[in-house]
């Protein structure tokens, strides 16, 4: 069954403390793997799309690495401003599938 | 640049009733999409219209349907509402179609069905 899980469910950090965060699909034909951050009550802010295996991205702490199998996001010395819930998605053929996100607090 | 407008910002409907939600892209995207976000199923996309064409669809029923107009707006119906429609309705909208480039999602509808 083609699935998208997110790992962990919940993340909380010490400001500057890094860490890391997994996107693992079970798709065939992917198409882009996407990454968002989402803010409550405010709709998702687009991060990266990661097209094929090994490529990375960077912006600002932020990562984005993409194997066959999953995608990491790296957040490095993160600030309490990086609070968020980050969702990854895949598309594949005519399918766009979120994942359910992980709920990441970083206290100063 | 002015961002994605969705209006309403908030609904409430009875079952059984219809409703229809608006979206306007930033200007000169031509792609419009639609989701459905709930606490127990996620983010869920509905659809996606291109140059007034739907280029992609979800896993929902016909009841869910959508429109661009010539100007990109869009626009996204539910028709005989259930409890379970209870949502917030997000639009995104970007340059090209296949959502593979940069989306910009409006802050949503939050539809109660009562």
């Known amino acids: 069954e083609d699935q998208v899980t997110q790992s962990p469910e919940a993340l909380r950090l010490q400001e500057g403390e890094s860490s890391s965060l997994n996107c693992s699909y079970t798709?065939?034909?992917?198409?882009?793997l996407f990454w968002y951050r989402q803010d409550p009550g405010k709709g998702p802010e687009f991060l990266f799309t990661?097209?094929?295996a090994g490529e990375e991205k960077e912006k600002e702490r932020l990562k984005a690495t993409l194997t066959k199998k999953e995608s990491f996001l790296h957040i490095t010395a993160p600030k309490p401003e990086d609070s968020a819930t980050y969702l990854c998605a895949v598309r594949y053929g005519q399918n766009f599938v979120f994942g359910p996100g992980t709920r990441l607090s970083v206290l100063p | 640049k002015a961002g994605v407008t969705q209006t309403p910002r908030y609904l409430i409907k009875t079952r059984g009733q219809q409703v229809t939600l608006s979206c306007s892209p930033i200007s000169g995207h031509r792609s419009v999409s639609w989701y459905q976000q709930t606490p127990g199923q996620g983010l869920q996309f509905l659809f996606e219209y291109f140059s007034e064409t739907q280029r992609n669809k979800g896993n929902f029923p016909g009841r869910f349907s959508g429109r661009q107009f010539s100007n990109s707006r869009s626009e996204m119906n539910v028709s005989t509402l259930e409890l379970g429609d209870s949502a917030l309705y997000l639009c995104?909208?970007?340059?090209?179609?296949?959502?593979?480039?940069?989306?910009?999602f409006g802050q949503g509808t939050r539809l109660t069905v009562v």
């Open positions: 995104a909208s970007s340059s090209s179609s296949g959502m593979n480039t940069e989306a910009f």
């Open positions: 990661l097209y094929s």
């Open positions: 798709v065939s034909g992917l198409r882009g």
